[in-house]
């Protein structure tokens, strides 16, 4: 499942969630942005950013699955506080 947009992303949400990561190399980092803020697609990120689409690819699934595990923790937290049924 994809829970990130490209281009519409806010430059600190991603990167809080590069803070989750093991992701180091600033050239992915600026790729990433320019994809998920920017809006740039992913091919064009690449090579603006000098990085092997393949590895933007890898860095892409990482954040996705970083910014998957942060909504399944939203969803937990949201539970309580939800109202609970009264029979």
Not at 64 to 72: C, Y
Request: aromatic share 4%; no cysteine.
């Amino acid at each position: 499942m994809k829970y990130l947009i490209q281009g519409g992303e806010s430059t600190e949400r991603l990167q809080l969630l590069l803070q989750l990561t093991n992701i180091e190399s600033d050239n992915i980092k600026s790729a990433l942005h320019d994809h998920f803020v920017t809006g740039h697609p992913d091919s064009v990120a690449a090579i603006r950013n000098e990085v092997k689409k393949s590895n933007l690819s890898r860095a892409m699934k990482r954040i996705e699955e970083v910014a998957g595990t942060v909504e399944q923790i939203k969803e937990l937290d949201w539970d309580k506080f939800k109202p609970s049924k009264v029979a």
